[in-house]
T-cell receptor, first 114, second 114 residues
Framework: GGIITQTPKFLIGQEGQKLTLKCQQN?????MYWYRQDSGKGLRLIYY???????QKGDLSEGYDASREKKSSFSLTVTSAQKNEMAVFLC?????????????FGPGTRLTVL | GDSVTQTEGQVALSEEDFLTIHCNYS??????LFWYVQYPGEGPQLLFR?????EKGSSRGFEATYDKGTTSFHLRKASVQESDSAVYYC?????????????FGAGTRLKVIA
């Protein structure tokens, strides 16, 4: 089996600060995703990448940048953290080429902005 | 675009009660439908999936049947336990070539009281 690792687990930042979240997977999956999870709002897609050096915007990409320099890693940057922002950011990965493939999720990074 | 609707935002039950969480979807073609479960501090994990009309998915006593006629995939369990307390997400896979986006419902928080 494989695993998805997200670092850090908890991230506390100041308003206006640039913050970076990292994700590593050892499934050898092609596609990786970043989601934002707010209470009662489900999972909202921020960015995804179908192969290294590829980036695709999701529904919530404004205010974020992403980077996929290796097949196994996918980073997300909050370009200017907003005060009172609190959410969990989830990284996921999956095979491509078939609709029955599931997504595998990491444990999440919990962001708090002071 | 594709969408998933979960009717219940929160459900509170006593142990041994019967559980139903409603999931309706809107999508072209035949997406694979998933149920994920998320425990506190963890990422969502696959409970089960179904890919064809009338196919039943099941795991750990939970089950759901793919119904294309009513575009539904309702989650059921005959007798819940306190350990089933979690957030449950219904989701559908990307169908068309070149589409890599999974679509998630808003989630249903289940609390089971001993």
């Amino acid at each position: 089996g494989g695993i998805i690792t997200q670092t850090p687990k908890f991230l506390i930042g100041q308003e206006g600060q640039k913050l970076t979240l990292k994700c590593q997977q050892n499934f050898n999956h092609d596609t990786m995703y970043w989601y934002r999870q707010d209470s009662g709002k489900g999972l909202r897609l921020i960015y995804y990448s179908i192969t290294e050096n590829d980036l695709q915007k999701g529904d919530l990409s404004e205010g974020y940048d992403a980077s996929r320099e290796k097949k196994s890693s996918f980073s997300l940057t909050v370009t200017s953290a907003q005060k009172n922002e609190m959410a969990v950011f989830l990284c996921a990965s999956s095979w491509t080429g078939g609709s029955s493939y599931e997504q595998y999720f990491g444990p999440g990074t919990r962001l708090t902005v002071l | 675009g594709d969408s998933v609707t979960q009717t219940e935002g929160q459900v509170a039950l006593s142990e041994e009660d019967f559980l139903t969480i409603h999931c309706n979807y809107s999508a072209s073609g035949y997406p694979t439908l998933f149920w994920y479960v998320q425990y506190p501090g963890e990422g969502p994990q696959l409970l089960f999936r179904a890919s064809r009309d009338k196919e039943k998915g099941s795991s750990r006593g939970f089950e759901a049947t793919y119904d294309k006629g009513t575009t539904s995939f309702h989650l059921r369990k005959a007798s819940v336990q306190e350990s089933d307390s979690a957030v449950y997400y219904c989701a559908l896979s990307p169908v068309n070539t070149g589409n890599y986006k999974y679509v998630f419902g808003a989630g249903t928080r289940l609390k089971v009281i001993a």
